[in-house]
């Protein structure tokens, strides 16, 4: 089972990225998913989630009002549209879930923001 972030770049300073976070050998219209990132020399800190049944999201108070979670079944994706961003949201991104009782990191991609 492997997740996979993708879609991170540089950007400027009030600009946009859209994350996408794909899985080989796990179908994530069955999991909640998360977004959580981590920047240089601090620990990682969870962004975003999307449930299951219902698609309930959350959102730190970090990114709220900025980014926003979605998912497409279909593609077997989650996505992670972000706006507004920031210098501070400059980190290496990771989508991530919970699959028979393991915790399943994807590798990660890096965003960073100019300012």
């Known amino acids: 089972v492997q997740l996979q972030a993708s879609g991170g770049g540089l950007v400027q300073h009030g600009g946009s990225l859209k994350l996408s976070c794909t899985s080989s050998?796990?179908?994530?219209?069955?999991?909640?998913i998360g977004w959580f990132r981590q920047a240089p020399g601090k620990e990682r800190e969870g962004l975003s989630c999307?449930?299951?049944?219902?698609?309930?999201?959350y959102y730190a108070n970090v990114v709220k009002g900025r980014f926003a979670i979605s998912r497409d079944n279909a593609k077997n994706a989650v996505y992670l549209q972000m706006n507004g961003l920031k210098p501070e949201d400059t980190a290496v991104y990771y989508c991530?879930?919970?699959?028979?009782?393991?915790?399943?990191w994807g590798q990660g991609t890096l965003v960073t923001v100019s300012s």
């Open positions: 991530s879930t919970v699959d028979r009782g393991l915790r399943r």
């Open positions: 050998g796990l179908s994530l219209a069955g999991h909640t």
């Open positions: 999307i449930g299951v049944r219902d698609g309930t999201k």
